[in-house]
Protein backbone atom coordinates (compact mmCIF):
# COMPACT_ATOMS: atom_id res chain seq x y z
CA UNK A 1 0.00 0.00 0.00
CA UNK A 2 1.31 3.52 -0.88
CA UNK A 3 2.07 5.87 1.77
CA UNK A 4 -0.09 8.40 2.65
CA UNK A 5 0.20 11.71 0.35
CA UNK A 6 1.86 14.68 0.93
CA UNK A 7 -0.53 18.21 2.59
CA UNK A 8 0.68 19.84 -1.07
CA UNK A 9 -0.08 17.16 -3.06
CA UNK A 10 -3.56 16.52 -1.45
CA UNK A 11 -3.97 20.27 -2.18
CA UNK A 12 -3.36 19.66 -5.78
CA UNK A 13 -5.72 17.34 -6.02
CA UNK A 14 -8.93 19.08 -4.45
CA UNK A 15 -8.43 21.93 -6.07
CA UNK A 16 -11.49 21.47 -8.68
CA UNK A 17 -13.26 20.67 -5.78
CA UNK A 18 -13.03 23.41 -3.18
CA UNK A 19 -11.51 26.07 -6.02
CA UNK A 20 -11.01 29.68 -4.62
CA UNK A 21 -13.03 29.02 -1.46
CA UNK A 22 -11.20 30.23 1.82
CA UNK A 23 -10.13 26.76 3.80
CA UNK A 24 -9.13 26.31 7.81
CA UNK A 25 -5.15 26.56 8.36
CA UNK A 26 -3.76 23.26 8.25
CA UNK A 27 -6.66 21.42 6.55
CA UNK A 28 -4.86 19.32 3.78
CA UNK A 29 -2.10 18.49 7.00
CA UNK A 30 -5.15 17.13 9.12
CA UNK A 31 -6.59 15.29 5.58
CA UNK A 32 -3.13 13.83 5.19
CA UNK A 33 -3.38 12.15 8.70
CA UNK A 34 -6.70 11.08 7.86
CA UNK A 35 -5.66 9.42 4.76
CA UNK A 36 -2.57 7.82 6.33
CA UNK A 37 -5.15 6.23 8.93
CA UNK A 38 -7.71 4.98 6.39
CA UNK A 39 -4.78 3.32 4.71
CA UNK A 40 -4.18 1.88 8.05
CA UNK A 41 -7.22 0.55 8.90
CA UNK A 42 -8.34 -0.16 5.59
CA UNK A 43 -6.99 -3.96 5.04
CA UNK A 44 -8.57 -5.11 8.10
CA UNK A 45 -11.82 -3.36 8.43
CA UNK A 46 -12.37 -2.47 4.41
CA UNK A 47 -13.64 1.14 5.00
CA UNK A 48 -13.73 1.71 1.57
CA UNK A 49 -13.04 -0.48 -2.29
CA UNK A 50 -11.12 2.32 -3.67
CA UNK A 51 -7.16 1.40 -2.75
CA UNK A 52 -5.64 3.97 -4.60
CA UNK A 53 -4.70 7.04 -2.57
CA UNK A 54 -5.29 9.78 -5.09
CA UNK A 55 -8.53 8.21 -6.12
CA UNK A 56 -9.73 8.14 -2.42
CA UNK A 57 -8.78 12.38 -1.80
CA UNK A 58 -10.45 13.04 -5.49
CA UNK A 59 -13.88 10.74 -4.70
CA UNK A 60 -14.18 10.63 -0.75
CA UNK A 61 -12.72 14.13 0.66
CA UNK A 62 -13.06 15.88 -2.93
CA UNK A 63 -17.02 15.21 -3.40
CA UNK A 64 -17.49 15.53 0.61
CA UNK A 65 -15.40 19.25 0.40
CA UNK A 66 -17.68 20.08 -2.34
CA UNK A 67 -21.08 19.14 -0.40
CA UNK A 68 -19.74 20.85 2.42
CA UNK A 69 -19.31 24.09 0.44
CA UNK A 70 -22.48 23.87 -1.44
CA UNK A 71 -25.01 23.24 1.77
CA UNK A 72 -24.94 26.89 3.02
CA UNK A 73 -25.40 27.80 6.47
CA UNK A 74 -25.14 25.31 8.71
CA UNK A 75 -25.08 25.14 12.56
CA UNK A 76 -25.42 20.91 12.96
CA UNK A 77 -24.73 18.50 10.93
CA UNK A 78 -25.61 14.77 11.27
CA UNK A 79 -23.80 12.00 8.56
CA UNK A 80 -26.46 9.08 8.78
CA UNK A 81 -24.69 5.83 7.92
CA UNK A 82 -21.13 7.82 7.47
CA UNK A 83 -19.10 4.61 7.32
CA UNK A 84 -15.20 5.52 6.97
CA UNK A 85 -16.67 9.12 7.64
CA UNK A 86 -17.92 10.50 4.62
CA UNK A 87 -19.14 13.40 3.91
CA UNK A 88 -19.06 14.09 7.62
CA UNK A 89 -15.29 14.42 8.69
CA UNK A 90 -14.21 16.56 5.74
CA UNK A 91 -16.98 18.91 6.22
CA UNK A 92 -16.17 19.01 9.61
CA UNK A 93 -12.37 20.02 8.68
CA UNK A 94 -13.52 22.67 6.42
CA UNK A 95 -15.87 24.18 8.83
CA UNK A 96 -15.14 23.80 12.24
CA UNK A 97 -17.63 25.94 13.63
CA UNK A 98 -20.61 23.04 12.67
CA UNK A 99 -21.56 20.71 15.46
CA UNK A 100 -20.98 17.58 13.34
CA UNK A 101 -22.43 14.13 14.53
CA UNK A 102 -21.63 11.05 12.67
CA UNK A 103 -24.01 8.01 13.14
CA UNK A 104 -22.34 4.41 12.45
CA UNK A 105 -23.62 1.44 13.27
CA UNK A 106 -21.52 -0.92 12.91
CA UNK A 107 -18.93 -1.36 15.42
CA UNK A 108 -15.50 -1.50 13.74
CA UNK A 109 -16.62 1.53 11.46
CA UNK A 110 -17.50 3.30 14.57
CA UNK A 111 -14.33 2.65 16.31
CA UNK A 112 -12.15 3.42 13.35
CA UNK A 113 -14.74 7.12 13.48
CA UNK A 114 -13.65 7.38 16.99
CA UNK A 115 -9.62 6.62 16.55
CA UNK A 116 -9.69 9.64 13.51
CA UNK A 117 -12.19 12.27 15.84
CA UNK A 118 -9.46 11.33 17.80
CA UNK A 119 -6.24 11.62 15.70
CA UNK A 120 -7.61 15.10 14.38
CA UNK A 121 -8.52 16.82 17.31
CA UNK A 122 -11.96 17.19 16.36
CA UNK A 123 -15.19 17.82 18.57
CA UNK A 124 -16.77 15.57 16.19
CA UNK A 125 -19.49 13.59 17.86
CA UNK A 126 -19.71 9.82 17.19
CA UNK A 127 -23.14 7.90 17.37
CA UNK A 128 -22.19 4.46 17.46
CA UNK A 129 -26.00 2.89 16.95
CA UNK A 130 -28.46 2.91 14.33
CA UNK A 131 -29.71 6.81 14.24
CA UNK A 132 -33.44 5.81 14.77
CA UNK A 133 -32.15 4.99 18.30
CA UNK A 134 -31.38 8.54 18.86
CA UNK A 135 -33.65 10.27 21.19
CA UNK A 136 -36.82 12.05 19.30
CA UNK A 137 -36.04 15.26 20.33
CA UNK A 138 -32.35 14.93 18.24
CA UNK A 139 -32.73 17.22 15.25
CA UNK A 140 -30.37 18.95 12.97
CA UNK A 141 -30.39 21.66 10.55
CA UNK A 142 -28.84 19.05 7.85
CA UNK A 143 -28.65 15.37 7.42
CA UNK A 144 -26.25 14.21 4.59
CA UNK A 145 -26.15 10.58 3.52
CA UNK A 146 -23.56 9.02 0.92
CA UNK A 147 -23.36 5.48 -0.21
CA UNK A 148 -25.86 4.31 2.69
CA UNK A 149 -26.95 0.54 2.85
CA UNK A 150 -30.75 0.66 2.94
CA UNK A 151 -31.21 4.16 1.10
CA UNK A 152 -34.91 4.08 1.24
CA UNK A 153 -34.98 3.79 5.22
CA UNK A 154 -32.51 6.08 5.57
CA UNK A 155 -33.57 8.75 3.63
CA UNK A 156 -36.82 8.21 5.55
CA UNK A 157 -35.09 8.53 8.89
CA UNK A 158 -33.47 11.77 7.30
CA UNK A 159 -36.63 13.61 6.90
CA UNK A 160 -37.63 12.41 10.66
CA UNK A 161 -34.45 14.27 12.06
CA UNK A 162 -33.40 17.54 9.41
CA UNK A 163 -35.33 20.63 10.35
CA UNK A 164 -33.73 22.32 7.12
CA UNK A 165 -32.18 20.47 4.49
CA UNK A 166 -31.47 16.81 3.68
CA UNK A 167 -27.68 16.49 1.06
CA UNK A 168 -27.53 13.04 -0.54
CA UNK A 169 -24.07 12.48 -2.94
CA UNK A 170 -25.36 10.17 -5.28
CA UNK A 171 -25.85 9.74 -8.61
CA UNK A 172 -27.79 11.44 -11.37
CA UNK A 173 -30.08 8.65 -12.27
CA UNK A 174 -30.71 7.39 -8.71
CA UNK A 175 -34.69 6.98 -7.93
CA UNK A 176 -35.36 8.21 -3.96
CA UNK A 177 -38.28 7.42 -2.06
CA UNK A 178 -40.68 9.97 -1.73
CA UNK A 179 -39.66 13.03 0.81
CA UNK A 180 -42.34 14.81 2.93
CA UNK A 181 -44.11 17.20 1.26
CA UNK A 182 -42.50 20.10 3.63
CA UNK A 183 -39.59 19.48 1.74
CA UNK A 184 -38.92 20.30 -1.85
CA UNK A 185 -35.92 18.58 -3.95
CA UNK A 186 -33.88 21.10 -5.96
CA UNK A 187 -32.06 20.65 -9.15
CA UNK A 188 -29.14 18.14 -8.84
CA UNK A 189 -25.87 19.97 -8.53
CA UNK A 190 -23.14 18.57 -10.24
CA UNK A 191 -19.80 17.32 -9.17
CA UNK A 192 -16.56 18.41 -10.80
CA UNK A 193 -14.67 16.02 -12.40
CA UNK A 194 -17.89 13.27 -12.60
CA UNK A 195 -20.33 12.10 -15.22
CA UNK A 196 -22.17 10.65 -12.93
CA UNK A 197 -22.03 11.86 -9.65
CA UNK A 198 -24.35 14.90 -8.20
CA UNK A 199 -25.84 16.50 -4.81
CA UNK A 200 -29.25 16.26 -4.32
CA UNK A 201 -30.62 18.51 -1.72
CA UNK A 202 -34.12 18.86 0.02
CA UNK A 203 -35.17 21.53 1.73
CA UNK A 204 -37.67 22.50 4.21
Known sequence: MSASLSPERIAELLEPYVGAAVVPEGMYGKLAAYL?????????V?????REPEEMVRRHFGESLFAGLVVGKTTSLLDLGSGAGFPGIPMQLLRPEMRVTL?????????FLREAVR??????EIWAARAEGMPLERRFDTVALRAVDGMNGAVTEASRRAERQIVILGTRDARYPTLPQRFQMDKAVEIPGSREAVIWMARA
Open 36 to 44: ELILKWNAR
Open 103 to 111: AEARGRKAA
Open 46 to 50: NLTAI
Open 119 to 124: TLELGT
